[in-house]
């Protein structure tokens, strides 16, 4: 079982930087792979970036460049920095976390809000 919580949003103006965070609970953390996504009002939820165990990256293409992810293993928490942000990105962002036995992420956090103001 793998607990998430998020930390680090709140409300910026456009061109700004945010960096959330995300701590996991539970010894396994290192063999997980970790994921970030976001839900703004009225839309689905959408795919920013994930990590992998091995620290592979990949990003949605309209995240790439600016937004980047990182993991810390030692302090069971995964980072989303994210730079240049647009009114667009204004959403709920949520981490999630899958098993390396697992087929989907199966863990998520409760979401922290992310406000872009223009």
């Known amino acids: 079982q793998v607990q998430l919580v998020e930390s680090g949003g709140g409300l910026v103006q456009a061109g700004g930087s945010l960096r959330l965070s995300c701590a996991a609970s539970?010894?396994?953390?290192?063999?997980?792979?970790m994921g970030w996504f976001r839900q703004a009002p009225g839309k689905e939820r959408e795919f920013v970036a994930r990590?992998?165990?091995?620290?592979?990256?990949y990003y949605a293409d309209t995240m790439k460049g600016r937004f980047t992810i990182s993991r810390d293993n030692a302090k069971n928490t995964v980072y989303l920095q994210m730079n240049s942000l647009k009114p667009e990105d204004t959403a709920v962002y949520s981490c999630?976390?899958?098993?390396?036995?697992?087929?989907?992420?199966?863990?998520w956090g409760q979401g922290t809000q992310v406000t872009v103001s223009s």
């Open positions: 999630a976390a899958r098993g390396p036995w697992d087929s989907d992420f199966g863990y």
């Open positions: 539970g010894r396994t953390f290192s063999t997980y792979s």
């Open positions: 990590i992998s165990s091995t620290g592979r990256t």
